[in-house]
């Protein structure tokens, strides 16, 4: 009887929102996700949502528009979230306060502690970028103690990074579904 009931059980839903600063490379990153190559992007206006599906799970990708006038949309996305995916351009030293309080606040107010956080620090395809030791210890991650977050380095333009980063994420989310 558990058998049938769960090879006709409705499969499980989960919410992933992709978050970071405008030009951060969010689209890129979920672009070379969905197709596996990089594709020219336009800026998000709002949301795009795109969705997997998986044999235990679809994810239902929240990707967020970065610009500031976007960034008051993100409270109610990410309060109704699993999963987020935070992405700082490497290369941004000037605004990396900026990108470091808001990352913060969604950590703070915005998710539980038990939703899963992966950062990706994009575009290590180009120079004078910030290393990922530098990145994790001024980012304020070895301050954060009931979250659970893991840090990868990634290029959405060559696909770099992103495999390792989102095998182990993905099956958690799996795992937990
Ligand atoms: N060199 C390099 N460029 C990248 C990378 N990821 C994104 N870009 C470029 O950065 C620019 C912005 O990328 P988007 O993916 O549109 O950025 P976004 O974070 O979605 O921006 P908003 O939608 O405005 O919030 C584009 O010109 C991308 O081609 C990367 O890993 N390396
Ligand atoms: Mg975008």
Known sequence: MAFFLRLFRKKKQANMTICG??????TSVVNYLMHGENRETIPTMGVNVNTVNLPKLDIHIYDLGGQE?????WSDINERSQAIVYIVDCTDFERFELTKNIFHDIIDAQIDDNVPVLILLNKIDLPNRMSRADFIYHF??????NTT????????????GLIEAFTSFIHKLEDEA
Request: with cysteine; hydrophobic share 35%; net charge positive.
């Open 21 to 26: 600063l405008d030009k951060a490379g969010k």
């Open 140 to 145: 304020g991650l070895l301050d954060l103690k």
């Open 69 to 73: 006038g976007f960034r008051p949309l």
């Open 149 to 160: 977050w893991s840090c990868y380095e990634t290029s959405a333009m060559t696909g770099g």
